[in-house]
């Protein structure tokens, strides 16, 4: 089935592109392929007590297809105003199929590095949304988020480039679970990384502090 039928089944609208008129630091919109998003389910096993934060939500794919084929609560950040606005109608029109899923979904808008980490948080997405300079600073956030409420925390990362994976490789306790490889991917790094912090870490004789 192709993208558009496929958002037609959520009853949304996320085809399509939008680029940054000035900016470096961050990237287009444009959504997941479906068919990774198939990927990633078939590879990973999302729970009940997951709660899912994707940084640069765009128009919300990922997080309306999340909360369809899982029921779990998501949250979605957006930094470009009518895109998130976008978002916004896509959750009206998909919340008329779904009324009887009771797990919220939270659009919300402004820069992902300002987003408060809750605590129920636990599982954060990324596809190519910003520089690896942003990036920093949303780990260090949810670093910081795991030191005070202890939990287990998952990034979900599609399409990692490489200055992401040296940065949670040399400066981070994060460690790669699964490497899921996109069949007929154009390049090398088209493919999800997924990264885990285990709680247990914290029991751990050394002294973990983030900074
Ligand atoms: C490649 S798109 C990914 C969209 C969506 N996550 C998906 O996978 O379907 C990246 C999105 O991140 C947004 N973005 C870029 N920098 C951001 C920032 N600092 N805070 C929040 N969103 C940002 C862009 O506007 C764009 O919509």
């Not at 950040?77 to 779904?98: F, G, H, Q, V, W």
């Not at 797990?103 to 990324?126: E, S, V």
């Not at 490489?162 to 007929?184: A, M, Q, S």
Request: aromatic fraction near 14%.
């Amino acid at each position: 089935m192709g993208e558009r039928k496929l958002d037609r089944t959520l009853g949304i609208r996320t085809v399509g592109i939008r680029e940054w008129k000035n900016s470096k630091q961050y990237n287009r919109y444009e959504a997941t392929p479906y068919k990774v998003l198939e990927l990633l389910c078939e590879n990973y096993k999302f729970r009940d007590v997951d709660r899912v934060v994707d940084f640069g939500c765009g128009r919300g794919r990922v997080a309306f297809y999340l909360h369809n084929r899982f029921h779990i609560p998501v949250v979605g950040i957006e930094a470009n105003y009518k895109t998130y606005e976008e978002a916004l109608e896509n959750k009206a029109l998909y919340r008329l199929r779904a009324e009887h899923i009771q797990a919220p979904i939270k659009l919300k808008y402004g820069l992902a590095q300002h987003y408060k980490i809750d605590k129920r948080d636990n599982c954060f997405y990324f596809f190519n949304p910003f520089s690896v300079k942003i990036f920093k600073k949303v780990v260090y956030n949810i670093l910081r988020s795991v030191e005070k409420d202890k939990r287990t925390v998952d990034l979900i990362i599609y399409y990692p480039l490489r200055e992401y994976k040296n940065f949670l490789k040399n400066c981070t306790p994060f460690t790669i679970i699964n490497k899921i490889k996109v069949p007929g991917g154009n390049d090398k790094e088209d493919k999800i990384i997924i990264y885990r912090l285990r709680e247990e870490i914290f029991n751990e004789d050394e002294c973990v502090n983030f900074g």
